[in-house]
């Protein structure tokens, strides 16, 4: 059974928005796919998909 993820990503004060990204990347050696998971802020996904951040 899955477990559901409960995450409070908020301070006081300094309140941001929050993305979890999921990224495809090929592996150069093996030619298999590797997923690879991070959460970051909002503005920057774009960023980060292009492979910038």
């Known amino acids: 059974m899955a477990k ?20 495809m990347i090929k592996s150069e050696k093996t030619g298999a796919y590797t997923f690879e998971e991070k959460v970051i802020e909002k503005e920057l996904v774009n960023d980060y998909l292009k492979g910038k951040a």
């Open 4 to 23: 559901k993820v409960v995450a409070t990503l908020k301070r006081e004060g300094a309140v941001k928005a929050y993305t979890k990204v999921i990224r």
